[in-house]
């Protein structure tokens, strides 16, 4: 039942992380509809190519429900008053630090002095662990150079074809290529760490149905249909997030974007450099792709 303080000539208007619509179009078209019927009211589907153009979109408000990959879905917490309310159930996302498989590189200790490194973008989770997982290698970061793609698959594309030593790519990227693809790829590190998650986060106008989305979302997996789409979209079902795990992913995304400020690296880096030199080691997150 709509609460009585709802209007069925609402229009909520929904979209989903790039990613997501990218490859899995016609499930997400069908999921829209799925939730019109459960909820009893207009929904308007609107898919966005790019990382920039959907995060603009949303922070603009022109969206009521958004499924988010976790860089953004904080800032829509922080910034709109967005709730994350569901998230894939035992679905985490994960980093794999790629090269291609027929070059020189094997392990970090194999990178050149100055590292290409292919990125979808510099505002998303993927790009954070990346770098920490770099961090762990005791790369340094002077010695980095970015190749931002817009995509993960372009990322995949970035390192087959050579433009790129390394690149970060979602392990479902991975996941989900050919095994003729996987086999002309190599791993040499990879997180495995199980905190940070898509979700479907509601803004201001759906607060008075979250409970209700909630149960539709989480019980999909209970009926033939929503089975069938949960297929169709890659994912065995939903479940609800903590207050707990919005509060731990905040705390990371807070301190990421807090350090990536323009710094002098002469002041930490072991590279010679002239005095002039001035270099951006961790990107504005909200300066887009570079």
Known sequence: MLPSDASVETTLNFTVDPNYSGKNLPGWFLVNTYLQRHLGQTMHFQPHDGFDTCRAAVLANHYDLVYANPFDWVQYVQKLGFVPIAKPRDHFDEVYLCT????????????????????????????MVGLFLLDKADIDRARLEFVFTGSYQGVLKAILQGQADVGFLFDEVYAGA???????LRIIDRSDDAFAFHAFCIGPRLLPQQALLTQVLCQMNEEARGQV????????????VTEEEIACLTTLADEYISGHEAIDLRAT???AMEDGVFIVAREDPDSGTR
Do not use: N, Q, Y
Request: net charge positive.
């Open 269 to 271: 880096s072991s590279l």
């Open 229 to 240: 789409l949960l297929r169709d979209i890659g994912f065995s079902g939903f479940v609800p």
């Open 100 to 127: 291609a498989a027929a070059g020189p590189i094997r392990e970090a200790a194999d990178f050149p002095p100055r590292i290409r490194i292919a990125s979808a973008h510099p505002a998303t989770l993927i790009h």
């Open 178 to 184: 050919s095994g003729l693809i996987r086999d002309r």
